[in-house]
């Protein structure tokens, strides 16, 4: 294959890929309107933990992608805006672990996870969660 054929197969894919994140934002916006809280660490858990079976071959690019996409497409109904620091105590702290949901940053990295300086509210909660798991 040359390279303006495979130039063509890529756009080709964006094109699909970012047909399915509408249909994918259609679906959440669905599940979103038909319950009554914005978020649950205890649905977060599930959500990554089936991911994390099912993809263990991602790296940490794929999960911040995975994240990323679950906030951006959840905003709006309350979901908290990890990437704007929603759950840390100093808003100008930055990197790309601070920007990652922190139950997902706890399972995958939980050294780094230990670094953040998470609100109370939020850090109670995760805690809570781990601590109901075991």
């Not at 934002?25 to 649950?40: D, G, L, P």
Request: charged residues 30%; hydrophobic residues 35%; contains cysteine.
């Amino acid at each position: 294959m040359d390279l303006s054929a495979l130039r063509l197969e890529l756009d080709k894919t964006n094109t699909e890929i970012f047909k399915l994140l509408k249909k994918r934002k259609e679906i959440v916006s669905r599940i979103q309107a038909a319950k009554n809280i914005a978020w649950s660490p205890l649905r977060e858990l599930d959500v990554f933990t089936e991911y994390l079976e099912k993809n263990p071959e991602n790296g940490f690019y794929d999960h911040l992608i995975y994240s990323l996409l679950i906030e951006s497409q959840a905003q709006g109904r309350g979901y908290p805006q990890w990437s704007r620091s929603a759950h840390l105590e100093c808003t100008k702290e930055f990197s790309l672990f601070t920007i990652m949901n922190p139950i997902l940053l706890r399972m995958i990295n939980e050294s780094e996870y230990r670094t953040l300086k998470l609100k109370k509210t939020y850090q109670s909660q995760i805690e809570e969660l781990w601590q109901n798991q075991k």
